[in-house]
């Protein structure tokens, strides 16, 4: 990368830190870069990611970002280490390579995208060296779900959340960690009342990413005349539920079948490919008139826009997830309802903004259930679209990236 001008060495420059290439990762990064480059004003940005993620996010660069911005791609080395499957060797991995890249890139203080693997580190007082401070994004608290009405934590769940509330409790003690940005708006409160620095937490709104120009649709078979079109899109691993959807399906009145079309959009993960492609050839004995359809594939934000505009329902059958979902804000931003997970924030969300129907998504019986009242009743009948607007027009990328530039 060429060296930043004298000019811009008197800005501020925040180093953001993201190890991994699914997911929201690149949309994120887009948001942070867009706003940094159109105004002189804000803190330049420097990007630490993999280099399949630099070099998309340099085919979309703003055509002139002042100097504002770098990528710094991830050596092999680097990458191989923040993403091990041990995952306290990758924590401290990326401790390291942020304290590194701070360093190299003279940035002013270090942002990671995803604090939550970082806790250990934090926790153990690991700092960004040279005086420089470190924030980051929460995306995963879960201590104080017992606080959500009807919840009840599961198996090892409990341990899991004493091993949070510790480390959380350790990490806040950390001078050098400055900000805790929460996509949960209820934990800023909980940790003010629990824990000695919690006034570090604040609550960051996931931004909803601004919908693409609409193009002409074409339907292609994706909404047979009559048929009501769930949607499950995404990168498509084992938390997000495509194999319970699948299960469940089985499980309908045959009446019910007829009458909808499911459409699951998105990359399979490798390690479901096989287990699908059995549910679907068994659904095709089991349940000969009810449409599938699986678009094995990474689908661009205009492909997506489309299928969710097209769609009645949205899935988000997570399985006991633990945090947001931008899956939500999709549904909301085009007015469509959910049929989500009770558990956790997702839960919680869909029924205070009242943005479809929630349900145990654990249970193959539960969603077929759920599947048939919303086949019998109407989508509609579980939403309330005016709600659904006020919650996504209340979380925009300009929000979110004003908030961790302020870092």
Not at 24 to 40: C, G, N, P, T
Not at 78 to 105: G, N, P, Q
Request: charged letters at 20%; aromatic letters at 8%; proline letters at 7%.
């Amino acid at each position: 990368m060429p060296s930043l001008s004298s000019a811009e060495t008197a800005v501020r420059r925040l180093l953001v830190f993201e190890p991994d290439a699914e997911g929201h990762s690149q949309e994120w990064l887009q948001h942070l870069i867009e706003f940094a480059s159109a105004d002189r004003s804000r803190p330049a940005v420097s990007v630490v990611a993999p280099r399949t993620l630099c070099d998309a996010l340099a085919r979309s660069l703003p055509a002139d970002v002042m100097g504002r911005v770098e990528l710094r791609p991830l050596s092999p080395k680097e990458l191989r280490w923040c993403t091990d499957r041990r995952l306290s060797l990758a924590a401290l991995a990326r401790w390291w390579a942020m304290r590194r890249h701070l360093r190299e890139s003279g940035a002013d203080a270090g942002f990671f995208l995803s604090l939550d693997l970082l806790a250990l580190p934090l926790a153990l007082g690991l700092g960004g060296g040279g005086g420089k401070t470190l924030s980051g994004i929460l995306f995963r608290p879960s201590v104080h779900y017992a606080g959500f009405d009807g919840h009840r934590t599961q198996g090892g769940e409990q341990l899991r959340d004493l091993r949070k509330h510790l480390f959380y409790r350790m990490m806040l003690r950390n001078r050098a960690l400055t900000r805790v940005l929460a996509l949960d708006p209820f934990f800023p409160a909980y940790a003010a009342r629990h824990y000695a620095n919690g006034g570090k937490v604040e609550y960051l709104p996931d931004p909803a990413h601004p919908p693409a120009a609409a193009p002409a649709d074409n339907d292609n078979g994706l909404k047979p005349n009559g048929r009501i079109t769930f949607l499950l899109f995404g990168y498509l691993t084992e938390r997000k539920g495509p194999t319970v959807v699948l299960e469940a399906l089985e499980r309908l009145p045959p009446s019910v079948a007829a009458r909808i079309d499911v459409v699951l959009a998105g990359r399979v993960d490798p390690a479901l490919r096989d287990r699908i492609n059995e549910h679907c050839t068994r659904l095709a004995t089991v349940q000969p008139h009810l449409q599938l359809r699986i678009e094995d594939r990474r689908l661009d934000q205009t492909e997506l826009e489309s299928l969710v505009r097209r769609s009645d329902v949205v899935l988000a059958p997570y399985q006991r997830f633990v945090g947001s979902s931008g899956v939500l804000l999709w549904a909301a931003r085009a007015g469509k309802p959910v049929l989500a997970q009770a558990y956790g924030l997702v839960g919680r969300l869909t029924q205070e903004h009242r943005l479809g129907l929630t349900v145990d998504s654990s249970d193959p019986a539960a969603v077929a259930t759920a599947i048939t009242q919303m086949a019998q009743r109407g989508p509609t009948s579980f939403f309330d679209p005016n709600a659904a607007q006020a919650f996504a027009a209340s979380q925009t990328p300009q929000r979110f990236a004003a908030a961790v530039l302020a870092a």
